[in-house]
Nanobody, 123 residues
Framework: QVQLVESGGGLVQAGGSLSLSCAAS????????MGWFRQAPGKEREFVAA????????FYAASVKGRFTISRDNAKNTVYLQMNSLKPEDTAVYSC????????????????WGQGTQVTVSS
């Protein structure tokens, strides 16, 4: 069992920045690949970014590459998502998730999910 709790969402103007955190407890965090996903109203959940268990590998959705950075601190059991140059289309509920196996963008490959945190970007 893994518990994930996100924090750091909020309201920001276009062009601004936000930093999300996801605190994990339960299963050995340091051996688990992690991902961030988002879901806007009326849309399906979509992949944002993922990071390997060691942090040595990361990859991003094309829509956020160059603007968002995923990182982790295994000593703190926490994964982060730094979001810069935010756009109104980034508005969504952002959730972190723990992967069943290695780093992946597939929603179906993630076993555990946090409750999500709202990010709203105004124009």
């Amino acid at each position: 069992q893994v518990q994930l709790v996100e924090s750091g969402g909020g309201l920001v103007q276009a062009g601004g920045s936000l930093s999300l955190s996801c605190a994990a407890s339960g299963r050995t965090f340091s051996s688990t690949a992690m991902g961030w996903f988002r879901q806007a109203p009326g849309k399906e959940r979509e992949f944002v970014a993922a990071i390997s268990w060691s942090g040595s590998s990361t990859f991003y959705a094309a829509s956020v590459k160059g603007r968002f950075t995923i990182s982790r601190d295994n000593a703190k059991n926490t994964v982060y998502l730094q979001m810069n140059s935010l756009k109104p289309e980034d508005t969504a509920v952002y959730s972190c998730a723990a992967a069943r196996l290695g780093i992946t963008s597939s929603v179906q490959s993630y076993d555990y999910w946090g409750q999500g945190t709202q990010v709203t970007v105004s124009s």
